[in-house]
């Protein structure tokens, strides 16, 4: 099995930072694109950025300049640090990877659980 765990949710006001956390572990051979989505009240669940093994990164317009992805393979770890933060950032943020498991040769995607991040004004 593969689990990502995602931490670093809150409460913030506008204009605030937070920073989110996501770590992937259980029976991984190895992990292509990384990335982030988000889903507030009412709303379709939305890419917020992507990251890849090697590095290459996309953002969604919104958050363009404000948020940075990154990753950490060694650790299986992938992070989204949000600046600037509005409270339309308001949702829950879902980490997302593309894993082939040591035991197959497809690839996968997996899903966090998700964590809370409110953005008041």
């Known amino acids: 099995q593969v689990q990502l765990v995602e931490s670093g949710g809150g409460l913030v006001q506008a204009g605030g930072s937070l920073r989110l956390s996501c770590a992937a572990s259980g029976s991984i051979g190895s992990i292509n694109a990384m990335g982030w989505y988000r889903q507030a009240p009412g709303k379709q669940r939305e890419l917020v950025a992507t990251i890849t093994s090697r590095g290459s990164t996309n953002y969604a317009d919104s958050v363009k300049g404000r948020f940075t992805i990154s990753r950490d393979n060694a650790k299986n770890t992938v992070y989204l640090q949000m600046n600037s933060l509005k409270p339309e950032d308001t949702a829950v943020y879902y980490c997302?990877?593309?894993?082939?498991?040591?035991?197959?040769?497809?690839?996968?995607?997996?899903w966090g659980q998700g964590t809370q991040a409110t953005v008041s004004s």
């Open positions: 997302n990877a593309d894993v082939r498991r040591i035991t197959g040769l497809a690839i996968r995607p997996y």
